[in-house]
């Protein structure tokens, strides 16, 4: 009977030891701090992705419109300037520019009306616009971005920005609920665990974590209960056989 009170004690101990440590071991890592680091990750990545895409957007569509009005003013101006017996620049136009940029100059060299946006180390863009003239000169103008869609994408940047910073925080604290919720069930799973590696044979995991929603935290306190009948079972079938052992002993 002593060996097989000792084999119980050292299943029962086993039980309590590994499970009850793995449990603690895992709770202590955060379930919900590192849901709620994943959303806000996956949220701040796809709010970056985003507004670079807004962002850029919206600087070509203003750089096209920029490009549209200049070539306008070019077109206007060399009316002006082949309808003028002095060919007066208007406009700001300038006849064979030295700062032309040489891609546009051997463009509308070719007979061809153009824009071009030349970058500046600043930020700030130039727009430019040239026209071949007929004595096989170049007539252009250029002008700066204006300030106003440089202010319009401040703003832009501003709202992306706060939106982002929005996205992020509401992640955090969807994530938070999530984890919480996950985190308690994992606490109810770990104490009820605990209680029937302490000899509470009558204690059910599935039961103590309860809800509505099944998910992997069901398949873990089934997994858990069907590993507590099969070594409850094991200890019966321990004590009957030392107990018939006895028996036989005991009977001359």
């Not at 032309?100 to 700030?124: F, H, I, N, Q, S």
């Not at 250029?142 to 992306?160: C, Y």
């Not at 009820?192 to 309860?210: L, M, P, Y």
């Amino acid at each position: 009977m002593n060996g097989g009170g000792r084999a119980g004690r050292r299943v029962r101990e086993a039980l309590r030891t590994g499970v009850g440590t793995r449990l603690r071991t895992g709770l202590r890592t955060g379930v919900r701090w590192k849901i709620s680091a994943a959303i806000a990750l996956v949220g701040a990545l796809v709010a970056v992705a985003l507004s670079l895409v807004v962002h850029n957007a919206a600087r070509v569509s203003m750089l096209d419109n920029a490009r549209d009005v200049q070539d306008e003013r070019i077109q206007f101006a060399l009316r002006l300037y082949s309808a003028s017996q002095r060919q007066t620049l208007q406009f700001g136009t300038k006849v064979d520019d030295p700062e032309l940029p040489t891609e546009l100059r051997e463009k509308v060299l070719t007979g061809r009306r153009a824009t071009y946006v030349e970058d500046k180390p600043d930020g700030v863009p130039d727009i430019w616009a040239a026209v071949p003239l007929a004595d096989g000169h170049v007539l252009s103008l250029h002008s700066r971005f204006t300030d106003r869609s440089a202010t319009v994408m401040k703003d832009l940047d501003q709202a992306l920005v706060i939106g982002s910073i929005a996205v992020v925080f509401g992640g955090c604290a969807l994530g938070v609920l999530i984890g919480g919720q996950l985190s308690r069930r994992l606490r109810k799973a770990a104490t009820a665990a605990s209680e029937v590696a302490q000899g509470q044979t009558d204690v059910s995991v599935r039961e103590a974590i309860g809800g509505v929603v099944k998910d992997e935290t069901d398949d873990l306190a089934s997994a858990v209960d069907a590993m507590a009948d099969a070594i409850k079972q094991r200890l019966e079938a321990e004590r009957r056989v030392t107990a018939d052992i006895a028996h036989e002993l005991r009977t001359p």
